[in-house]
């Protein structure tokens, strides 16, 4: 499972004349960019800013489609199932490692029906509760938890805000039920709203409800404390043990697999100058995402993170449905 690298994925591409075909004029027309969670998370922020740069760079639009449901597989299965001509491409993220040990039937494989184009960015993720949450540390919210049943939100079932709860909640032993939304704009409403206790999620969609004084941040993951929220503790400063959770979020953009080579290194170029871009790269510092080296391995990125994830899953009891 995605241990294949990236030249061997494009090693497997159409042969040389249908490539040429197919990359002659490309782009001729708009691109569709499939981001797989409803609109206001930190993935479909990142998506737009993706889209909006690299349509400038290949002189086409690309057009953005939000494909949520069940953590994000309806969009990786169509962009699985769609025609590997280039102009349909998938914003993935950490579901492409934990979706084989999630689901037993997923209808695709992860690792062979994708041509990886390149890895993004990373970014830290927020413990955040209520406003009015009687916690306001993260110990408080462990002894909080103890005390009575709470209810955690995440993006949905094995997505990055699910997986950064349960591995939360199984380090100490909390009874917190778990409470699946279509994204992660739908999970942090229901927190802002109190209907919900907690959720782990990215800062650039979680920080307008911030701002509007909706949502408390306990702490957030990484080394160091984020320059727009700096007097939120890391994890570590909060007393909270938690190394899995030290990179946070990433993403990557992903194209069907049997790409021809052409067209997946035209991609490549374009993500690449796209977000090398002054204005990209500013944009990307205020929302606190750190932009990935260019020359990241993907495909070995998603291993290393597959192996990381299923470990998790199978300390938290988390079994395929």
Known sequence: MWKLTKRAFLGSVLACAAASAFSADFPDHPLKLVIPYAPGGPTDVLGRLVAEHMGRVLNQPVVVENKAGAAGLIAMGQVAKARADGYTLLLGDM????????NKNLGFDPARDFTPIGMIATAPMLMLVPADSPAKTAQELIALAKGGKLAYASAGVGSPTHLASE????????EITHV????????????????????FTGLSGARPLIEAGKLR??????DQRSPVLPNVPTLKEAGLDLPELKIGS?????????LPAPVARQLEKALVAAMESPEAKSRLAALNYTQAPADTDFSRWVG??????????????????
């Open 95 to 102: 579901n492409l490692a934990v979706a084989p040990a999630m």
């Open 167 to 174: 591995v939360f909640k199984a380090r100490y032993g909390l």
């Open 180 to 199: 699946p939304y279509q994204g992660a704009g739908p999970a942090l409403t229901a927190v802002a709203a109190g209907q919900t206790a907690l959720i």
């Open 217 to 222: 941040p306990l702490a957030i993951t990484g």
């Open 250 to 258: 990433w993403w990557g953009l992903l194209a069907p697999a049997g």
């Open 304 to 321: 290393r993170e597959a192996q990381t994830w299923t470990a998790v899953m199978q300390k938290a009891g988390i079994r395929p449905e």
